[in-house]
């Protein structure tokens, strides 16, 4: 499995490490992927997803998993959570009608 969050997209960079004498060596720096299980309320059921800290932080603050999904653009989502976010919208269109 890639080292890549599933909501955000972020994934590993990479730099160099650089010594007092200024030697250069290459190196990577990961995103703190932990595994997690959200919950979409509108949906009533639970998605396990590995995502980073700083897009955990930011569904967070923005209220909720259902509330992230609904603001986040598709092109930073995974083919897995558009097709989420399609179910969700549905979900969204159903309890409004």
């Known amino acids: 499995m890639a080292r890549r969050c599933e909501l955000s997209g972020k994934g590993v960079m990479t730099g160099n490490n650089v010594s007092h004498a200024h030697n250069k060596t290459r190196r990577r720096y990961l995103p703190n992927l932990q595994t ?4 979409s309320e509108t949906l ?17 603050h923005k209220g909720g998993f ?3 999904l609904l603001d ?5 989502l995974t083919t897995d959570m558009t097709r989420l976010k399609k179910r969700l919208k549905k979900a969204v269109a159903a309890n409004a009608a």
């Open 36 to 39: 997690t299980t959200l919950f």
């Open 44 to 60: 009533g059921e639970s998605v396990k997803l590995k995502v980073c800290m700083d897009a955990l932080r930011t569904v967070e």
């Open 66 to 68: 259902d509330a992230y």
């Open 72 to 76: 986040a653009s598709d092109t930073d």
